[in-house]
Every structure is written in structure tokens, then in C-alpha cells.
């Protein structure tokens, strides 16, 4: 039996990914009701948006003390927005902190190897709570459906 059908019969969603120039993985996900483009990022601690797109995606933003660091920048100042939605395709996660910072490093390095700019980040905060797996084979990304217990 194939990987695809044991997981969707296990209660996980089937994300198709793009594989991008800079060989990152590409995916779009609604962020508070707004489509965005978002990188796949296993080495981001917190998944992300620029400072700039707050008010695109809805975001209630809080002054941070935390520094983030990543892709050859460090110490950049961060911000945090408390109680916000994803949806990925047919997978949703409510009631989760979204990271903001400059990602003007990130979209440089991307926009010079010929790929799009991304609106955020997808890190490990959201794949671990997903239960996430990779099959780089075929270019998917799993998530385990969240349950909901009244």
C-alpha cells in the first residue's frame, strides 16, 4: 500500500509541495482568512511573517524581547501576535503565535536565485504540532488532522 493512503486513512492531510530554485520547499497557506506564500523551513524554531505584511494577515501585534537569528543574521528585532488561524489545504491549527521579523534576507536571497518572494515562514512550531512528515520523493508534506476534545 502506498505511504498517501496509509496517512489519509491515519487522519493526515496531503499538502503538495513546489520545490523552488533555492531547493526550499514552497506551499501557500491561509494565515487568519488571507492566502500567502509561505517557505518550509525545518530548521525555523517558530513559523513567521514580515514585520510589513501585520496588517495583510490580520495579525494583533506585541512588542517582543526575544532576538531571532537565521540564514546568516542575527540578532534582529522580533515582534509576536497571540491567537491566530492556519489553514494548510485541508489542515488547520487555531489558537497559535506567529514570529514577526524582517525577512528582507530571506526574500533577497531567494529574488536573486530567481524564486518569488515569500510572505512567511513555516517552521517547526506548526510541523511538530502537525505531527509532520516529508517525503521528499514526492514532494508532500503530511499533517496529522487536529482533534478537537469538548
Do not use: P, Q
Not at 505511504?3 to 491561509?30: M, P, Q, V, W
Amino acid at each position: 500500500m502506498k505511504l498517501d493512503k496509509i496517512l489519509k486513512r491515519k487522519g493526515y492531510s496531503i499538502i503538495k509541495l513546489k520545490k523552488i530554485n533555492t531547493n526550499h520547499f514552497e506551499l501557500k497557506a491561509t494565515l487568519n482568512g488571507v492566502n500567502g506564500r509561505f517557505i518550509l523551513d525545518t530548521g525555523a524554531s517558530n513559523s513567521c511573517i514580515d514585520f510589513s505584511l501585520a496588517e495583510k494577515f490580520n495579525l494583533d501585534v506585541e512588542d517582543s524581547d526575544t532576538k531571532a537569528a537565521g540564514a546568516g543574521a542575527v540578532g534582529m528585532d522580533t515582534k509576536i501576535s497571540a491567537e491566530n488561524s492556519i489553514w494548510i489545504k485541508d489542515w488547520n491549527y487555531n489558537n497559535f503565535n506567529v514570529v514577526l521579523f524582517d525577512l528582507t534576507h530571506v526574500n533577497t536571497a531567494l529574488t536573486e536565485h530567481k524564486a518569488k518572494a515569500v510572505d512567511g515562514i513555516i517552521g517547526a512550531d506548526i510541523l511538530e504540532k502537525g505531527k509532520a512528515i516529508i517525503d521528499y520523493g514526492t514532494k508532500c508534506l503530511y499533517l496529522k488532522k487536529l482533534i478537537f476534545k469538548f
